[in-house]
């Protein structure tokens, strides 16, 4: 399976378990915050692989994602606190991340 595939697989898995939980909260702050997340991390998907426009851009976006992931499990340990550990839900997410940071970390183009 070659790396495109995984970061699409993670990103989208990750994508999809934020807007689900999102959609299910909202009205609420959280809600609307998860399903921003769940936007960005497709949004992100979209300009890496699928909008030819930004080809050019890769990398950034590259790392923009890296840093857009990161700060997500950042914030999930911040908000949930004490918390964090109790929630496998959670915690699946933040494996996801975790997995996606290190394939697109592994994967980015070698510099000159």
């Known amino acids: ?59 950034l976006i590259r790392y923009g994602l890296i840093a857009f992931a990161g700060v997500t499990i950042i914030g999930y340990f911040v908000i949930q606190g004490g918390d964090a550990f109790s929630s496998v839900p959670g915690l699946v997410t933040k494996a996801i991340e975790l997995a996606l940071i290190a394939v697109l970390w592994i994967d980015r183009p070698a510099t000159a």
Do not use: C, D, K
């Open 1 to 59: 399976m070659n790396t495109r595939l995984i970061v699409i697989i993670l990103t989208v898995a990750t994508a999809l378990i934020h807007l689900g939980l999102g959609i299910g909260s909202l009205p609420e702050v959280f809600g609307i915050i998860f399903v921003l997340n769940g936007i960005g991390y497709l949004a992100l998907l979209a300009g890496l692989y699928f909008v030819p426009q930004l080809a050019g851009q890769r990398g």
